[in-house]
């Protein structure tokens, strides 16, 4: 293992380091151990105090427990790195894996529903994850009761992969310990999270963000209005992917949340070829996601900085300071009002979310954290 990776796991597990902060840090300075040096001076610039960084101890047990598993590491900005992952602004820095990797370079769709689904509903899910795998699809899910199982249960062996909130050697739900064992054998198990991580409920959106930010497409099968299938459904539409959804019974609470998807302009899905011919369209728009530009390069060992270096103004700090407030607001909006560039107000709110005085949300906004 080199001094690098090292450091990055140790960036990715220090105090108001998040992806976005991540992704900035790595592209001001070029390497993890310039940036882990450069923290302490920015979180003083932003006016606060200096973020705690990882113990070095803390990130050896992790690096244990992960060959323990028989895992592997996959940072933003390695060549294997997922493509279409890797445009989320706020795509994972780091993937915990197990299993075929390989299965990331087919055309992925998502399956999402209902975990109280009904029979006919995994019935068709099932179904249909068999049938997009036979036509050299894999099938991306949660793993969760219902429809996650159901699609993972139709392409295991072949091509699924499943995405969980706590850590890899944590079985989540319970009954599905032998499923997500022999997915992490003949599948692809991916997490964000560190070996031994209980998921909690704060987890399962940035789990989902990965299952919408994999996929060319996202499936949704039964779900209600106000489900994590929906905010996966909405994921997917922010990021410029399309959204399919299988029609229900009006009469039926968990349809409710699919036909308003078809109502608001997803695409209906009946079968297989419904599915099929909605990814063949994303390719047309894309046409070549090998071809679109990566993040960061392969190796940051020694990299010089690949951002240019601007610095700010007292003056500059209150301003953007006054135009936040506690309500998220579009990044845009405060390069717009504040007149700054967008790199001297990318750096100022680097230095503000180190100092723990904003937070980043979806979408690219931004709030205070009403300190």
Known sequence: MSQEVFDR?????????????????????????????????????????????????????????IRKLGARMLFLGDSAYPGL????????????????????????????????????ACRFAQNLANDLVEAGVSVVSGLAKGIDTAAHR?????????????????????ENEEMQTEIAQRGLLLAEQSPGTE???????????????????????????????????????EAGRQVMAVPGSPLDPRSRGCNLLIREGATLVQSVDDVLEMIRHFDDRVEDVDALPQPFEND????????????????????VWNLLSNTPVAVDEIVRQSGMTLAQLQLLLLEFELAGKITRHAGGKISRNGI
């Open 85 to 120: 992952l890797g445009e989320l602004g706020n795509a994972p820095p780091l993937l915990l894996w197990q299993g075929r990797l390989e299965l990331i370079e087919r055309p992925m769709v998502a399956m999402v529903g209902a975990r109280n689904a009904s029979a006919a």
């Open 199 to 237: 998921p909690r409920a704060r987890h399962f959106p940035y789990r989902n963000r990965i299952i919408a930010g994999l996929a060319r497409g996202t499936v949704v099968i039964e779900a209600a209005p106000r489900s994590g299938s929906l905010i996966t459904a909405r994921l997917a539409a």
């Open 154 to 174: 139709g392409s295991i062996g072949k091509a699924t992969i499943a995405v969980i909130a706590g850590g890899l050697d944590i079985f989540y739900p319970p």
């Open 300 to 319: 940051f060992q020694g990299s010089e900085p690949v951002v240019e270096n601007v610095e700010n103004t007292g003056d500059q700090y209150d301003s």
């Open 9 to 65: 796991l140790r960036l990715i597990r220090s105090e108001n380091i998040g992806p976005v902060t991540y992704r900035h840090l790595m592209g001001r300075f070029g390497s993890a151990a310039r940036a882990l040096a450069a923290i302490p001076e920015l979180a003083a610039r932003g006016g606060g105090r200096s973020p705690r960084l990882s113990d070095a101890q803390q990130i050896h047990s992790e690096i244990a427990a």
